[in-house]
């Protein structure tokens, strides 16, 4: 964990209401390599990481790993842990706990019931959900959403957001729905797979394509005719981009915009849908400010009608949170004071409806844990519900 992450932790689960939180939850944070097992408490981590391999081919292993790890947490915490919560990779019947057929974990196919089985071993209950659902509600309870409300209070602004959407630019495209301080998974658990939708750049392919690690190196490859098992990492094609490691700049500050263009045509259909405001997260995040500025772009583009006039993409116009300058403007709003038709009462009024886009304050793992922690506490009880948890920013 960074240092600037130690020094915003007490606060923003102070703010949560989970500073004094006694009960303890153990987490796994769980990729196609490795099985990170830990705890926390208060909203904080109160024990080292334990980290197993996956074995994502062979289930036997892979389960055994999962109990193992969750055996030595628990064998580390201070207390009997009192749930389990964690992200696990989709698709899934996460609500029964069970795994469906995962692309980097195929041992699972045909239906594994995960949850059941943890909770019959550790004899306390188990909630999985999708690692984009809870980074969005880790964001959306202790980060961009609370952030961005407390900047509308401090410019004295009326307007507060309740509903986000999160997508995390990484291996994949992840994506993550909260509305109302809610997670909003879907009948199927499976709202927010934004990865599916079409790729505006490549209307033959789907967007994951086009906003990922592996679309930024195949832009550049194409562009600077490379081969792709030559083309660097994201990070070396940001420093490249910035001039600070050598390559080909123009195509490394291509293959960024691109990204930002596709990634902004899929806020820009989700966005259409859920009116709030938009988080950004994942490894390829931190290249924020090569791909921004093209990504809003997208958001206030605009279309053609049969008859040549063009109009909004979005009913609402989209600020860069990132800008200072359109921050101002954003959280400025263009309030003014109306008359009441035959009345000599009056209204504040503000027309500009509007939309936001930002950065993870939390960074992706933390919010992912967050998220998770806070998801097991109001399943058990006793803890403010999820607008509760908004309205306390």
């Not at 024990?47 to 030595?72: H, M, Q, R, W, Y």
């Not at 029964?96 to 995962?102: S, T």
């Not at 507060?160 to 997508?167: C, D, M, P, T, V």
């Not at 960024?256 to 938009?278: K, M, N, P």
Request: proline share 6%; aromatic share 8%; net charge negative.
């Amino acid at each position: 964990m960074d240092v600037v992450l130690q020094l915003k932790l007490p606060l923003i689960t102070k703010f949560m209401g989970l500073d004094t939180e006694s009960r303890i939850i153990m987490t796994l944070d769980a990729g196609g390599t490795n099985l990170r097992f830990s705890a926390m408490r208060g909203g904080k981590p109160i024990t080292e990481t334990v980290s197993l391999p996956s074995n994502g081919a062979d289930l036997t292993k892979c389960l055994a790993n999962i109990v193992e790890g969750f055996s030595k947490v628990k064998a580390l915490c201070p207390e009997p842990p009192s749930a389990i919560s964690f992200a696990f990779p989709g698709p899934a019947d996460y609500p029964n706990g069970i795994i469906g057929d995962l692309g980097n974990l195929p041992s699972f196919r045909g239906g594994v019931a995960l949850g059941p089985m943890l909770e019959e071993k550790f004899g306390i209950p188990v909630f999985i959900n999708n690692d984009g659902d809870l980074f969005v509600y880790g964001e959306a309870i202790g980060g961009l959403l609370p952030h961005i409300n407390g900047l509308l209070e401090k410019a004295g602004s009326p307007k507060r957001y309740k509903n986000l959407f999160g997508i995390t630019l990484g291996t994949g495209l992840g994506g993550g729905i909260v509305r109302n301080g809610e997670l909003f998974v879907g009948d199927n658990s499976m709202a927010g797979e934004v990865w599916l939708l079409r790729n505006k750049l490549h209307p033959e392919m789907n967007a994951e394509e086009g906003a990922c690690i592996r679309a930024v190196r195949r832009v550049y490859c194409e562009q600077s005719c490379t081969p792709f098992d030559q083309t660097p990492e994201p990070k070396e094609l940001f420093e490249i981009a910035n001039g600070t490691q050598a390559g080909n700049q123009t195509a490394a500050v291509e293959a960024f915009r691109r990204l930002g263009e596709s990634a902004g045509d899929v806020l820009a259909s989700a966005l259409t849908l859920i009116d709030g405001l938009a988080v950004i997260g994942g490894g390829v995040s931190g290249a924020w400010p090569l791909f921004l500025p093209a990504l809003v772009d997208e958001l206030n583009g605009t279309y053609t009608g049969p008859n040549g006039n063009s109009f909004r993409r979005l009913a609402s116009v989209a600020f860069n949170l990132e800008d200072p300058a359109e921050l101002v403007t954003f959280l400025k709003g263009d309030t003014r004071t109306i008359m009441i038709p035959g009345s000599e009462r009056t209204l504040d009024y503000d027309p500009l409806q509007r939309v936001g886009v930002g950065m993870s304050r939390l960074g992706t793992s933390e919010a992912v844990a967050i998220g998770a922690y806070a998801f097991a506490l109001r399943k058990l009880g006793a803890c403010p519900s999820g607008s509760d948890l908004i309205q306390l920013s």
